[in-house]
């Protein structure tokens, strides 16, 4: 018989797609039932749903470029999520601020992350680099303008915090 804490850890295996112990019988049972794909479905929904909400400027770039639902399901089934729901839009921002091969997608997530560490508590000051201009960006995002290209030149470093909080300047760095 299994004890509780394997249950729960093979059943959290199963719904994020992960490898579970081939002798377990049971395991095995529930991998191959249908109810499973309903399950991960349920629990993605949510958490997508969530990260929309959370991340409203970050979900709606990547909704635009064609990766929201990838990423999410990328992001829950290769990392450890809190069980708190108002902890899921921080994980998932700095998970892409931090790794995200897209600079634009890495800038928009940093930008965010650091106005909600800021917010809570959490951080004084942030800066946060830019291949465009982050102006431009947000504007776009805001109103599904289009969104401007990469440029040239130094990058634009945006910071946010500092001595007055509530201050947020642009520059071009180099």
Known sequence: MLSLEDYQRGMLALIKGRAIPPASVYFQQVAASPGLAIVRQTALFWRTFEIGIQCRLTWRLLTRIGSGDALVAGYFNHNPTSPFVEQLGLGFLEWLAD??????????????????????GMA????IRWDRDPERVL?????????????DGPDYLLTIGGKQADLITCSRAG
């Open 99 to 120: 790794h995200d091969d897209d600079a634009l997608v890495r800038a928009v997530a940093g930008f965010e992350l650091a106005i909600m560490r800021i917010k809570g």
């Open 124 to 127: 004084d000051a942030a800066e």
């Open 139 to 151: 504007y776009a995002l805001q109103t599904g303008g289009e969104l401007p290209h990469a440029e």
